[in-house]
């Protein structure tokens, strides 16, 4: 197989695949979680927003073919091309951290009444509610990191 050289795994080729794989979720989860009755089609949310996450949604699919393109390109843009892709793997994680932090200067929340709600656990004996999608794209960012490391390696 080619992920094998020698006795152990190619590191490079596992953080390609792994890499990859991101990108796809990241793709094809956008796309998914947004592009339905809680987003992009809630007769509740006005049609500009409607709009606006349908361009996010396709703008993070379009991404990620570009992604993977980048990934797998053999020849000088080799190292160069995971890199670049692992960098736009960042970006809407990034955008995302960006938009949390600053959710009061625009009166933001983590999610819609209408969507799916945070999960809530007991810590500590108190009640937290703790936002999947905060935890799913913080994991992301720690994902691309130790994959980058992966490949540098």
């Not at 590191?11 to 990241?26: E, G, I, K, P």
């Not at 670049?84 to 951290?97: D, H, V, Y």
């Not at 004996?125 to 980058?148: C, E, H, K, W």
Request: hydrophobic share 50%.
């Amino acid at each position: 197989m080619a992920c094998f050289k020698g006795q152990g795994v190619d590191h490079l080729q596992l953080a390609r695949v792994a890499l990859s794989t991101l990108c796809t979720l990241q793709g094809v989860a956008t796309l998914a979680i947004h592009c339905n009755r809680s987003h992009a089609t809630s007769p509740l949310w006005p049609g500009h927003a409607r709009y606006h996450v349908v361009w996010q949604s396709a703008t993070v699919a379009l991404v990620s073919i570009v992604e993977l393109s980048l990934i797998w390109s053999r020849g000088v843009w080799h190292h160069d091309g995971f890199y670049l892709a692992s960098l736009l793997a960042a970006t809407s994680p990034l955008g995302f951290m960006a938009a949390f932090l600053s959710r009061s200067a625009y009166d933001g929340t983590l999610f819609d009444p209408n969507g799916s709600p945070p999960v809530r656990l007991m810590i500590l004996g108190q009640v937290r509610s703790i936002d999947m999608n905060f935890v799913v794209v913080a994991t992301a960012l720690i994902a691309v990191v130790g994959i980058d490391l992966l490949f540098h390696w």
